[in-house]
């Protein structure tokens, strides 16, 4: 019940300070700079911190730039290798097909070039 009616306290403080920013320009510059004063010190801190971390922050930076180039260069490679891939399924394709072809031709020569007791026409061939 207690932290009940401090949260509806709280509520009802921060309403209080807003309706007096909204009815008067002059408290709320005054409330502004109230606010500006306690947090000038963390902004100082912070700051101070971000100064402190500036060595380490270039060199993540500058990491993440050369992890960057090498992934661009990857993918760069993995695609080049796709591609080869791809051409050399192709001509075996084509290999297949052209040898196939060779094949069928060289048995329609033979036929037509072969006399009926067995003989061939070329007298290079054997008997």
Known sequence: MKRILGEKRKF?????????VLICPSVSSVLLKQVTDKTQTFHDQIEVKQKELQPWTSKINAKQAEI???TSERDALIKKAEAAEEARKQAETNLDSLQGDHRA????????VTKADGTHRFPSWPN
């Open 12 to 20: 009802l403080k921060k309403s209080v300070i807003a309706l007096k």
């Open 68 to 70: 960057d180039i090498a």
């Open 105 to 112: 031709k060289v048995r329609c020569a033979l036929r037509t």
